[in-house]
C-alpha cells in the first residue's frame, strides 16, 4: 500500500522525513489520501473521494471545514501542545510588555537626537513607568497544554494565578502547579485579576467573550492578552475600553487594522508559534498521527472523530466510519458473518454525532467494505493489512 500526501503549506521536514517509501509527498495531487496543514485555509477545497485524513500542524482548526469533513468521513486532526512552550513564551514577553512601558520607551528614544541624548532619556524615562507583576493577580481562561503552561510559569514569577476551565482534562490536571487557584466561574476571573490571558477554542460559547459586559466586571487599569483566536474578544468594544482606560493594555496575535493603531493595543502578526522547534514539534507530531492512522486506524488527537488506540494482532484490520445510532456493531457482525470472516476483536467509540468501529480479523472478503458501505448509516469503510517488513 503506498500514500500520496499533499502538503498545502511549508511542512518542516523533521516531520516528512518520518514518512518512508509507501509515502509520496508533493502539493499537486487530485487524488491525494491525506493533507498536511497549517494555515491554509480549506472551507472551499475540493474533498476528493479518496482523501482520509486532514492533519493540521498545529492546534486551532477554525481553517478546516469540520462538519463536511464529518459527513465525508474523513478524520481531521490537530497537534495539541506541539506548539506550547513557544506560545506561552510569547505570553509571557507580553505579560512583561503589558506592564513596562518597554515598547513605547524603545521607540521614544529613537527619536531622540544631539549632544544630551543620555541627559535627555534619563530625564524623559519617567514618562515610561509600569508596575511589576510580582504579587499581582493573573486570571487564566483555559487550561490545555498552552494555559498549564502559562499557569505554572507565572506561578514561578511570583504571580498570584487564579485558573479556570470547566473542561480541564485529567493530563492537564495533573501538570498544573498546586499554587494555581481554581476559579469557580469566569465572572471570577473578571472581577478578580490585575491581569487576563486567554487559552480557550473559538466556538459558539465562547466567540466574542471579551465584551462590553466582560470588560465591565473588570478592575479598571486590566491588563488582557489574547494568544488564542482574535474572534474570542469583540474588537470595538476592546477599542472603546482601551479609549476610556477601562483597560490598560491590550496585547493580541491577531490583526485588526484599526486595533493596531490604537494607543495601548500592542498588535503582533501571529508570532505565536513562529519559532524552528514549534514548527518542527507540529509537523513531527503531525506525521506519527497520520502514519498511525493510515497505516494501523488509530485515532489520536482527533477534533471530529473519538480516540482509538488499539494494538493490532491480526492481519487486516477493518475501519468503519458511521452515524452514532443503534444497532450498527450488529450490523457490521451480521456482514462478517455472511462472508465468512470471523472476529477477532472489535472496538467501538462514538463522538457527538458519528462514530468509529475498528474489527480485527485474520479472514479477508476482497467486497467487505463495499457491503459495509451500502448499510445505512456508514460513511466509509476500508481495511488495512498488516505490514510485512
Known sequence: MSYQIKTLNKISNKGLRLLDERYEVGNDFENEDAVLVRSAKMHDYPMNN???AI??????????????CSKKGIVVFN?????ANAVK??????????????LEGIEWTKTVTGNNFSKEIEAGKKAFVGPEIDGKKLGVIGLGAIGVAVANAAVKLGMEVHGYDPYISVTAAWGMSKWVQKASSVEEIFKECDYITIHVPANGETEGMINEKSINMMKSGVHIINFARGSLVNTKDMIDALKKDKVARYI?????????????????PHLGASTPESEQNCAKMAVEELREYLENGNIKNSV???????PRN?????????????????????????KGMNIENMVNKAKGD????????????????KAIEQKDGVIKARIIAKAVF
Open 50 to 52: 479518496n482523501l482520509k
Open 55 to 68: 492533519v493540521r500542524a498545529g492546534a486551532g482548526t477554525n481553517n478546516i471545514p469540520i462538519e463536511e
Open 79 to 83: 497537534t495539541p501542545g506541539a506548539n
Open 89 to 102: 513564551e510569547l505570553v509571557l514577553c507580553s505579560l512583561f510588555l503589558s506592564s513596562r512601558k518597554v
Open 252 to 268: 493580541t496575535d491577531f490583526g485588526d487594522e484599526t486595533l493596531a493603531h490604537t494607543e495601548n493595543a500592542v498588535v503582533m
Open 304 to 310: 471530529n472523530f473519538p480516540n482509538v488506540l488499539e
Open 314 to 338: 491480526t492481519t487486516y484490520r477493518c475501519c468503519i466510519i458511521h452515524k452514532n445510532i443503534p444497532n450498527m456493531l450488529a450490523v457490521f457482525a451480521n456482514a462478517f458473518a455472511k
Open 354 to 369: 458519528y462514530a468509529y468501529t475498528i474489527i480485527d480479523t485474520n479472514d479477508l472478503s476482497e467486497d467487505i467494505t
